[in-house]
Nanobody, 124 residues
């Protein structure tokens, strides 16, 4: 059974920073890409960032480009999301996802595994 466990969420003031972590476990787990999504109350889940392991290519939503950085270690099945210059509109539950897709990384249905989510609250 594959599990993704996020950590690092919390309450931060606008302009502050947080670093989210996601660790995947499972005897046969492997993935081609991992990503972060977020969901605010009353809104659909939206893409935040993704990384393709083989190429190291990273992708970002326009709303976080220049402020967030995704990184990770494929050998450890771990991915991080460094979030700087946080804004109140970044408030949401952040989810880690993993899958064997290398295309359409912005689409939630392309991922096979999901974490339980971690709350990020940015106060203005």
């Amino acid at each position: 059974q594959v599990q993704l466990v996020e950590s690092g969420g919390g309450l931060v003031q606008a302009g502050g920073s947080l670093r989210l972590s996601c660790a995947a476990s499972g005897r046969t787990f492997s993935s081609s890409a991992m990503g972060w999504f977020r969901q605010a109350p009353g809104k659909e889940r939206e893409f935040v960032a993704a990384i393709r392991w083989r190429s190291g290519s990273t992708y970002y939503a326009d709303s976080v480009k220049g402020r967030f950085t995704i990184s990770g270690d494929n050998t450890k099945n771990t991915v991080y999301l460094q979030m700087n210059s946080l804004k109140s509109e970044d408030t949401a539950v952040y989810y880690c996802a993993a899958g064997n897709t290398i295309v359409l990384l912005t689409v939630p249905s392309r991922y096979d595994y999901w974490g339980q989510g971690t709350q990020v609250t940015v106060s203005s």
